[in-house]
């Protein structure tokens, strides 16, 4: 039996089984959680719904979600409740900013649109769930968001993604403060860079990959595996003390000031 055998997991943006949110989604399903997910749009309806049979959930656990419309995510929970009488788990795995927003000088590049848009999809989404599913979230419960370490240090071309996954940060320590008298945690991974759909839309993004690689003291990239059986853990009760954290998984890159030549 699984660490999370018992448990309920909204899963909230899985976009193709290259996605992170896909690792987290293989790591609960693994340790007995019960799965629901959410799709974007038509487009990645038939993706969701073809990965959530594969972890023994039906198409009726699949819910259409735009972030940006909060009928849509009270929709999601409305529609839960005609299933499940809590929700245990809530991982959001969601960030977007323009693609032209996200090539060349941050000072340059940035509108006032798309830095609103940044951090209404990237950060703000969270607190949306965290509210609309506030009732079904069961004492005991967790919610995990996903970060990058261009919240703290600059990156070439993530620009304003960077200051939106600062804001969401924020939003892990806040969230912990106001939901953790009710029982209930909130943490964030940062992940080190995957090649995933997502990332695809940063310029030079397989250089971002090598720098990692070669700064990382296990001188390699992460998987989506790795990063989902944090995100199991964290999720689970063998993490009742953490939260309000940002646990970074990038093979240690962020510890390593400057990368040493191998003799």
Same mark, same amino acid.
């Given at each position: 039996?699984?660490?999370?055998?018992?448990?309920?997991?909204?899963?909230?943006?899985?976009?193709?089984?290259?996605?992170?949110?896909?690792?987290?989604?293989?790591?609960?399903?693994?340790?007995?959680?019960?799965?629901?997910?959410?799709?974007?749009?038509?487009?990645?309806?038939?993706?969701?719904?073809?990965?959530?049979?594969?972890?023994?959930?039906?198409?009726?656990?699949?819910?259409?979600?735009?972030?940006?419309?909060?009928?849509?995510?009270?929709?999601?929970?409305?529609?839960?409740?005609?299933?499940?009488?809590?929700?245990?788990?809530?991982?959001?795995?969601?960030?977007?900013?323009?693609?032209?927003?996200?090539?060349?000088?941050?000072?340059?590049?940035?509108?006032?649109?798309?830095?609103?848009?940044?951090?209404?999809?990237?950060?703000?989404?969270?607190?949306?769930?965290?509210?609309?599913?506030?009732?079904?979230?069961?004492?005991?419960?967790?919610?995990?968001?996903?970060?990058?370490?261009?919240?703290?240090?600059?990156?070439?071309?993530?620009?304003?993604?960077?200051?939106?996954?600062?804001?969401?940060?924020?939003?892990?320590?806040?969230? @912990? %403060?106001? #939901?953790?008298?009710?029982?209930?945690?909130?943490?964030?991974?940062?992940? !080190?860079?995957? &090649? $995933?759909? /997502?990332?695809?839309?940063?310029?030079?993004?397989?250089?971002?990959?090598?720098?990692?690689?070669?700064?990382?003291?296990?001188?390699?990239?992460?998987?989506?595996?790795?990063?989902?059986?944090?995100?199991?853990?964290? @999720? %689970?009760? #063998?993490?009742?003390?953490?939260?309000?954290?940002?646990?970074?998984?990038? !093979?240690?890159? &962020? $510890?390593? /000031?400057?990368?040493?030549?191998?003799?």
């Amino acid at each position: 039996m699984g660490f999370l055998a018992g448990k309920r997991a909204l899963i909230v943006g899985v976009a193709s089984n290259k996605s992170i949110a896909y690792g987290i989604a293989e790591a609960m399903h693994r340790e007995g959680a019960e799965l629901a997910f959410t799709y974007q749009n038509d487009k990645l309806k038939s993706r969701v719904v073809k990965a959530a049979e594969g972890f023994g959930s039906s198409e009726a656990l699949c819910f259409p979600c735009d972030v940006t419309s909060d009928d849509e995510i009270q929709g999601v929970f409305d529609g839960l409740k005609q299933h499940w009488d809590g929700v245990d788990i809530i991982v959001h795995a969601v960030g977007f900013a323009p693609g032209d927003e996200l090539d060349g000088n941050f000072v340059d590049v940035t509108s006032r649109d798309g830095f609103r848009m940044a951090h209404e999809i990237s950060s703000y989404s969270f607190v949306a769930l965290a509210k609309a599913g506030h009732d079904m979230l069961r004492s005991g419960g967790s919610l995990l968001t996903l970060t990058y370490h261009a919240s703290q240090q600059t990156v070439p071309n993530y620009n304003v993604m960077g200051l939106a996954k600062a804001s969401l940060e924020a939003s892990v320590r806040y969230m @912990a %403060s106001s #939901l953790g008298p009710e029982g209930i945690r909130v943490n964030g991974i940062s992940a !080190g860079p995957i &090649r $995933t759909l /997502a990332a695809s839309g940063i310029k030079k993004f397989r250089s971002m990959l090598d720098a990692n690689a070669a700064k990382s003291p296990l001188k390699r990239n992460i998987t989506i595996a790795e990063v989902g059986n944090t995100a199991a853990f964290l @999720a %689970s009760d #063998l993490a009742s003390g953490i939260t309000g954290e940002i646990t970074y998984v990038d !093979g240690g890159a &962020r $510890t390593v /000031a400057m990368a040493f030549d191998e003799e």
